[in-house]
């Protein structure tokens, strides 16, 4: 299995910083055919289940505020909040679904500072 | 109102048998691959387990296999999880999950707690 690894596990920002979680893949979740990552990052709430921000590394899903991006190919992705808000307190997760056997990070959680 | 709900959870003694229910609505269930990921309290998100949109084809985690099945009745839209010989390291919420290209639908989840 391709192992995910999120960098913080967590963060304190203050009120209209830059977030900025990382998340490195054991190995390339680059699909050479159509050039594309097949990494997502999710939004999770407390007590909700997560949320699909953004997938293929970068596409913001439709809704998402623009201040969320994703960046990065191959096994290195970043995922940047780029002025936290009050309702971006949560835990972040980054999803390869590369494989057959999707995998997930362990988490980073944001809180304010 | 697109949504998938789950239910079928519960407390279950270890060696025990639960099968979870995700309904889904609101769109072309039959056109999408499903899966079904768990998350123990205070832990990470992990897979478990998809099935094609036909269910002609399955995959599972290692550590589920031999031990779960996944169905789908696409008549009934409705996806299944039949979880046998349970550990207590199955305790988990367990969601559905409808897929294209992540997980663009989750639902709400249900707790599976084994325990004696």
């Known amino acids: 299995d391709i192992v995910m690894t999120q960098s913080p596990d967590s963060l304190a920002v203050s009120l209209g910083e830059r977030a900025t979680i990382n998340c490195k893949s054991s190995?390339?979740?680059?699909?050479?055919?159509?050039?594309?990552?097949?990494l997502a990052w999710y939004q999770q709430k407390p007590g909700q289940p997560p949320k699909l921000l953004i997938n293929w590394a970068s596409t913001r899903e439709s809704g998402v505020p623009d201040r969320f991006s994703g960046s990065g190919s191959g096994s290195d992705f970043t995922l940047t909040i780029s002025s936290l808000q009050t309702e971006d307190v949560a835990a972040y997760h980054c999803q390869q679904y590369y494989t057959t056997s999707p995998t997930f990070g362990q988490g980073t959680k944001v809180e304010i500072k | 109102e697109v949504q998938l709900v789950e239910s079928g959870g519960g407390l279950v003694q270890p060696g025990g048998s639960l099968r979870l229910s995700c309904a889904a609505s609101?769109?072309?269930?039959?056109?999408?691959?499903m899966h079904w990921v768990r998350q123990a309290p205070g832990k990470g998100l992990v897979w478990v387990s998809r099935?094609?949109?036909?269910?002609?084809?399955?995959n599972y985690a290692d550590s589920v296999k031999g031990r779960f099945t996944i169905s789908r009745d696409n008549a009934e839209t409705t996806l299944y999880l039949q979880m046998n010989s349970l550990r207590a390291e199955d305790t988990a919420m367990y969601y559905c999950?409808?897929?294209?290209?992540?997980?663009?639908?989750w639902g709400q989840g249900t707790l599976v707690t084994v325990s004696s």
């Open positions: 609101g769109f072309t269930f039959s056109n999408y691959w």
């Open positions: 099935i094609s949109s036909d269910g002609s084809s399955t």
């Open positions: 999950a409808r897929a294209k290209n992540g997980y663009t639908l």
């Open positions: 190995q390339s979740v680059l699909y050479s055919s159509n050039n594309k990552s097949y």
